[in-house]
């Protein structure tokens, strides 16, 4: 079965730092989607990026980008020009690519704090 | 666009009873998706509808159940509720199923369930 850990439960950056949450996976298959969503107070989870598995090319949205490591099974984010806004749950989360292997499977997350 | 709504936002029940939880997707999403959310055991995957049917099943007891219509809107029920249901219900809604480039879920606000 797949699995997704997160091993940092909280993390904290300055206002206008760099900060990077790490994620790892397990799986056999080699087509498949990884996610990162935010969740704020307001507990609205909502899709930070994406990335496809076939895909060599990290993603980037804006100031968050990932760092995919495919043979490695490695998934960390970065935030950079961190804002405090960015302060929230963040979970990393797998889903296998056929319609029928179950859903989104999701890290523990980690808890990120902004000082300003 | 308008984002993915769920109804009620709050609810408090008694054990025992039962309880519906509606969702209604993004306009043109025909798959919803439901996850149950609890400090325990973190995100847990409970059904996905696509067109009316039952596409995944997490694992959930029985007393767990759901339903599409054909306006893609989507209730879960639980019937016989108990303590430990008590938790935050997100909805998730994409346009199609998993399998192929460009998958993506989004999240309603979610229910808070509160059973005493």
């Known amino acids: 079965a797949q699995t997704v850990t997160q091993s940092q439960p909280e993390m904290s950056v300055q206002e206008a730092e760099t900060v990077t949450l790490s994620c790892t996976y397990d799986?056999?298959?080699?087509?498949?989607?990884l996610f990162w969503y935010k969740q704020p107070p307001s507990r609205q989870m909502i899709l930070v990026i994406r990335?496809?598995?076939?895909?060599?090319q990290n993603a980037t949205e804006n100031r968050f980008s990932v760092n995919f490591q495919k043979a490695a099974k490695s998934f960390s984010l970065k935030i950079s020009d961190s804002q405090l806004g960015d302060a929230a749950m963040y979970f990393c989360?797998?889903?296998?690519?056929?319609?029928?292997?179950?859903?989104?499977?999701f890290g523990k997350g980690t808890k990120l704090s902004v000082k300003p | 666009k308008a984002g993915v709504t769920q109804t009620p936002r709050y609810l408090i029940k008694t054990r025992g009873q039962q309880v519906t939880l509606s969702c209604s997707p993004i306009?043109?999403?025909?798959?919803v998706s439901w996850y149950q959310q609890t400090p325990g055991q973190g995100l847990q995957f409970l059904f996905e509808?696509?067109?009316?049917?039952?596409?995944n099943k997490g694992n959930f007891p029985g007393r767990f159940s759901g339903r599409q219509f054909s306006n893609s809107r989507s209730e879960m029920n639980v019937s016989t509720l108990e303590l430990g249901d008590s938790a935050l219900y997100l909805c998730?809604?994409?346009?199609?199923?998993?399998?192929?480039?460009?998958?993506?879920?989004?999240f309603g606000p979610g229910t808070r369930l509160t059973v005493t």
């Open positions: 998730a809604s994409s346009p199609r199923l998993a399998g192929g480039p460009g998958y993506e879920q989004y």
């Open positions: 989360a797998y889903r296998g690519y056929g319609g029928s292997q179950g859903n989104l499977i």
């Open positions: 306009s043109g999403h025909r798959s």
């Open positions: 509808y696509f067109s009316e049917t039952q596409r």
């Open positions: 799986t056999s298959e080699s087509d498949y989607y």
């Open positions: 990335q496809e598995a076939y895909k060599q």
